[in-house]
C-alpha cells in the first residue's frame, strides 16, 4: 500500500524567513513524488516532481529514499507563497496518493 | 495548455436526489480521475478511468458511480444523495502512464 503522511496543518512564517514543508512516504517501490499547490481560488496545480529536479518558485525538493521523504524547501519565503500544499505519490498505476495538506501563511 | 472544466461550481441538492457531476476535458487524456477534497483528509480518490468504459474504484467509492462514454467526459454519479456527500469534488486528467494530473477548478457540492 502506498501512503503520504504530511505530519503538520499549519506553517506560519515572516516574509524572508526559510520555510520547509515535510512529507514522508511509504511505498515498496520505486514512486515518484510530486508537490502539488492550491492557491486561493484557484484549482490544484503541480507545483514540482522529484523526477525533473528543478526549482520553481524558489522552491526544490529532493528524494531521500533512505529516510523515504520528500521535504518541501524555500530559502526565503514570499507573501504570494501563502497557499495549500499537497505532497503526492503516482505508484505503478497512475494513481495519486495525496498526503492530508499543509497550508502555509507567510505573514508580512 | 490543458483545460479540464467541470459542470458547475456550486452545485445544492437535496438528500434522496440522483446528483450528475460532468467533466469534459481537451488533452485527448487517457486516464480520468473524481476526488473529494475535505478540510485536514485532503484529497481521496474516488474512482478514475484508464480508458472509455473503464472504470476502476478508487478508495472511497461507496455511495458513488461513474460512467465514461467518451474519452473526454468523465461523469459522477451520486445515486442518492446524503448529507455526508457534501464536500468539494475535484476531477483531474492525464496522459496513460504518466503524470501530472491535471485539475479542474472543482465543484462544491452540498446535500441539505
Known amino acids: ?108 | 495548455d490543458v483545460k479540464v472544466t467541470q459542470s458547475s461550481r456550486y452545485l445544492v441538492k437535496r438528500t434522496g436526489e440522483k446528483v450528475f457531476l460532468e467533466c469534459v476535458q481537451d488533452m485527448d487524456h487517457e486516464n480520468m480521475f473524481w476526488y473529494r477534497q475535505d478540510p485536514g483528509l485532503g484529497l481521496r480518490l474516488i474512482y478514475f478511468s484508464y480508458d472509455v468504459k473503464m472504470k476502476e474504484k478508487g478508495d472511497i467509492p461507496e455511495g458513488y458511480s461513474v460512467s465514461r462514454e467518451k474519452k473526454e467526459r468523465f461523469s459522477l454519479i451520486l445515486e442518492s444523495a446524503s448529507t455526508n456527500q457534501t464536500s468539494m469534488y475535484l476531477c483531474a486528467s492525464s496522459w496513460a502512464g504518466g503524470q501530472p494530473q491535471h485539475f479542474g477548478d472543482g465543484t462544491r457540492l452540498s446535500i441539505l
Open chain 1, 1 to 108: 500500500a502506498q501512503r503520504v503522511t504530511q505530519p503538520e496543518k499549519l506553517l506560519s512564517v515572516f516574509k524572508g524567513a526559510p520555510v520547509e514543508l515535510k512529507c514522508n512516504y511509504s511505498y515498496s517501490g520505486s514512486p515518484e513524488l510530486f508537490w502539488y499547490v492550491q492557491y486561493s481560488r484557484q484549482r490544484l496545480q503541480l507545483l514540482l516532481r522529484h523526477i525533473s529536479r528543478e526549482s520553481i518558485k524558489g522552491f526544490t525538493a529532493d528524494l531521500n529514499k533512505g529516510e523515504t521523504s520528500f521535504h518541501l524547501k524555500k530559502p526565503f519565503a514570499q507573501e504570494e507563497d501563502s497557499a495549500m500544499y499537497y505532497c503526492a505519490l503516482s505508484g505503478a498505476n497512475s494513481k495519486l496518493t495525496f498526503g492530508k495538506g499543509i497550508t502555509l501563511s507567510v505573514r508580512p
